[in-house]
């Protein structure tokens, strides 16, 4: 089975600042993997899929790229609105979620 | 634009069975172009996808919930099911429905507003 291992579980950072969170797998699993936005309270929105994809609609500051094991994905620049849990996820059988990265203001 | 509600009783007994119906608007479960499942998340934790279900009725259940679960469709009303049997309070959490697209690795999106039952006595 296919493990993947998000990280950091928490950080905080300023309104501005670049934030990054990694998603590694334990395997190859070329760009299939998707990441979600969980604001507090709410059900999860797809962010980006494919690994590196924006989904319609969404702000241009989030990317995502990687491929193979090791995956990031990015806030360019931190605004107050985008405090949330991200999730990464891929589907190895089934699927599975990565185990979520709160992001706090500093 | 689809969107997805969840409804069924907030409160369940241990060892009785957890029912949750999602209903779908703006979009026909009967289209064949999605899967419709359902994922759970327990209070401060992470997401577990527990099964989907097709236009059709064929069904994929995560094996860890497998023996427990049944997922229905009736696509004259536009809704599919979530059944759960012999819950514990391990099994507390926000239940919610989402569109499973396929594709290289299957996303979801959109997803229900979730709905929060607990096991308790």
């Known amino acids: 089975d296919i493990q993947m291992t998000q990280s950091p579980s928490s950080l905080s950072a300023s309104v501005g600042d670049r934030v990054t969170i990694t998603c590694q797998a334990s395997?190859?699993?070329?760009?299939?993997l998707n990441w979600y936005q969980q604001k507090p309270g709410k059900a999860p929105k797809l962010l980006i899929y494919?690994?590196?994809n924006l989904e319609t609609g969404v702000p241009s500051r989030f990317s995502g790229s990687g491929s193979g094991t090791d995956f990031t994905f990015t806030i360019s620049s931190l605004q107050p609105e985008d405090i949330a849990t991200y999730y990464c996820?891929?589907?190895?059988?089934?699927?599975?979620f990565g185990g979520g990265t709160k992001v706090e203001i500093k | 634009q689809v969107q997805l509600q969840e409804s069924g009783p907030g409160l369940v007994k241990p060892s009785q069975t957890l029912s949750l119906t999602c209903t779908v608007s703006?979009?026909?479960?009967?289209?064949?172009?999605?899967?419709w499942s359902w994922i759970r998340q327990p209070p401060g934790k992470g997401l577990e996808w527990i099964g989907y279900i097709y236009y059709s009725g064929s069904t994929y259940y995560n094996p860890s919930l497998k023996s427990r679960v049944t997922i229905s469709v009736d696509t004259s009303k536009n809704q599919f099911s979530l059944k759960l049997s012999s819950v514990t309070a391990a099994d507390t959490a926000v239940y919610y429905c989402?569109?499973?697209?396929?594709?290289?690795?299957?996303?979801?999106?959109?997803w229900g507003q979730g709905t929060l039952v607990t096991v308790s006595s």
């Open positions: 395997q190859d699993i070329s760009n299939y």
């Open positions: 494919d690994a590196s």
């Open positions: 989402a569109r499973e697209v396929p594709a290289a690795v299957n996303w979801f999106d959109p």
């Open positions: 996820q891929q589907y190895d059988n089934l699927p599975l």
């Open positions: 703006g979009g026909s479960i009967s289209s064949g172009d999605y899967y």
